[in-house]
């Protein structure tokens, strides 16, 4: 909030306040529609292959619990959007990963497979979506929003249930029938098998000497156990962090999601801090994002956030590269980076840190990062023109997702 320097300073006759009933076009609370909540039922109910996704609007509307009786009770497998991530438990028997551009290989295929498709809490974007005119057209739609301007604005719904989902969860739920779709979960576990063996295996422990962004991920859930607040910046990183990092608790996943911000990784991990400063806070970070922002050391310095900062340095923005590759046969324009002395730069803040680049001291270095008392760096280097798989390319459609 910006208020002008002259309402600062000016003298003015108060009168008094009053109380605001009303803001046009601004309904914070709807009222939840009885009738398509029972419609929402009926559908769903009838269903033989339904499917959850689900995003943010579940944090937001601290709905994790009537969420979790939700897909318990229908036996739903789940799938969410980056925003969405850790309002589910990862390793939750019915979370079947993440949806979208780098998102898993199951729920992906999988959408444009069900008969049901349940949106609590999410707007269908583009990196949701894909191909529009190719989504999910086999489906009947159920869409739970609070936002009456994300119901149809992408994907038609069948039935629309405006309104919390703190409240037409349980509305919903009440009216479910308990149900067990464990051979529809298995499918996508099929196909997870199958993303493991082409994809997973190589980037969480692969054969050569090159480090990847996964493997890093891998060792530090071993040392947080799923419990730290994971904080991202926006890159090849951000996606690598979001599929592989493990987390217990909701609100622990913090990112810029659709905005798209680099630099948006070290403040925030700061505000991250303060919000919840009895837990381990890890702002994992690319070597073009930190140079957005790096400035924010300054501040660490000053107010003694105890911010872990670690750098994945591929010596490139590494997502702009990757479609270089892909899609421009290489040709790369400016994307490859000559960072400073990380290191040096942190010591000039008074802040510790360590560069690694070798497996052996991978998981040492990780675990003096996080036992340390105090803001610390550490910057690890990692496979130059590795790739984020699987990826459904623009302009295509989610069941046409790639894995290599």
């Known amino acids: 909030m910006d208020i002008t320097k002259n309402a600062q300073l000016q003298l003015f006759d108060f009168l008094g306040y009053k109380k605001c009933n009303h803001i046009r076009s601004y309904r914070p ?16 109910n009838k269903a033989k292959k ?19 009786a939700f897909i318990e009770k229908g036996g739903f497998p789940a799938a969410w ?28 295929v999988m959408t444009n497979e069900c008969d049901v498709l349940i949106a609590v809490g999410m707007r269908f974007d583009d990196r949701v979506t894909g191909r529009l005119d190719k ?27 405006w309104g919390d989902c703190k409240e037409t969860l349980p509305a919903l739920t009440a009216l479910l029938q308990e149900n067990d779709h464990s051979a529809w979960v298995g499918e996508f576990r099929e196909l997870e098998k199958e993303e493991i063996k082409e994809v997973i295996q190589d980037e969480l422990n692969p054969t050569t000497d090159i480090m990847t962004m996964g493997e890093v991920l891998k060792t530090l859930n071993e040392l947080t156990n799923g419990d730290a607040i994971i904080v991202t910046d926006v890159g090849q990183h951000q996606m690598v962090t979001c599929r592989y990092a493990k987390f217990n608790s909701s609100r622990s996943n913090v990112t810029s999601g659709g905005l798209g911000t680099m630099g948006f990784g070290l403040p925030a991990a700061i505000g991250a801090w303060y919000g919840a400063p009895h837990r381990d806070v890890v702002a994992i970070i690319g070597d073009g994002g930190i ?16 911010v872990k900062i670690l750098i994945l340095n591929n010596e490139f923005l590494g997502m702009v590269r990757q479609w270089q590759q892909l899609f421009h046969q290489r040709r790369y324009s400016f994307v490859d980076i000559t960072s400073p002395d990380f290191v040096a730069v942190a010591k000039g803040y008074y802040i510790n840190g360590n560069k690694i680049s070798e497996r052996k001291d991978l998981k ?18 990692v496979g130059k023109e590795n790739n984020v798989f699987p990826m459904v390319a623009q302009g295509t459609s989610v069941s046409e997702i790639r894995l290599k």
Request: net charge negative; aromatic share 6%.
């Open 29 to 44: 609370k709807p009222v939840v529609r009885n009738e398509y909540i029972t419609q929402a039922a009926e559908v769903i």
């Open 50 to 68: 339904p499917f959850v996704l689900f995003g943010q609007g579940v944090i937001l509307g601290k709905a994790e619990a009537e969420f979790r």
């Open 81 to 108: 959007t980056v925003m969405g991530l850790s309002a589910l438990e990862t390793e939750h028997p019915l979370n079947v990963g993440m949806l979208g551009m780098h998102g898993n290989y199951a729920p992906n």
């Open 135 to 161: 989504y999910a057209k086999q489906a009947k739609i159920v869409h739970l929003d609070i936002d009456p301007a994300e119901i149809d604005k992408n994907v038609k719904s069948t039935v629309p249930v």
């Open 291 to 306: 140079q957005m922002t790096i400035q924010e050391l300054g501040t660490i310095m000053q107010f003694g956030a105890k």
């Open 364 to 381: 040492s270095a990780l675990k003096t990062m996080l036992d340390h008392d105090g803001a610390y760096l550490l910057e690890v280097m």
